[in-house]
Nanobody
Framework: QVQLVESGGGLVQAGGSLRLSCDFS????????MNWYRQAPGKEREFVAQ????????KFRDSVKGRFTISRDNRDNTAYLQMNSLKPEDTAVYYC??????????????WGQGIQVTVSP
């Protein structure tokens, strides 16, 4: 059974930085794409960033390109979201997601409990 635990959220002023971590417990971390999503109050959950299983490619929503980076450490079973130049509109609950994308993990889709990120003006 896969479990995901996010950490690193909090309150920061606009222009500041935070790094979110997602600790993965379970089998075959290196066979999952790792995603970050976020949900602001009154809004739908939205995709933020993805990193493929071996880190060979990443993608981002347009509004965070150039400000956010995503990385992973397959030895420590952890994914990261580095958020720089934060804006008040980045305020949301951020969720870590593990998406099974290999033959061994296909169909697996796991979520963390979410962590609050608040950016003050």
């Amino acid at each position: 059974q896969v479990q995901l635990v996010e950490s690193g959220g909090g309150l920061v002023q606009a222009g500041g930085s935070l790094r979110l971590s997602c600790d993965f417990s379970g089998d075959a971390f290196s066979m999952y794409a790792m995603n970050w999503y976020r949900q602001a109050p009154g809004k739908e959950r939205e995709f933020v960033a993805q990193i493929r299983p071996t880190g060979e490619s990443t993608k981002f929503r347009d509004s965070v390109k150039g400000r956010f980076t995503i990385s992973r450490d397959n030895r420590d079973n952890t994914a990261y979201l580095q958020m720089n130049s934060l804006k008040p509109e980045d305020t949301a609950v951020y969720y870590c997601n593990a998406e099974g994308v290999t033959t061994y993990t296909v169909g697996g889709n796991y979520w963390g409990q979410g962590i609050q990120v608040t950016v003050s003006p």
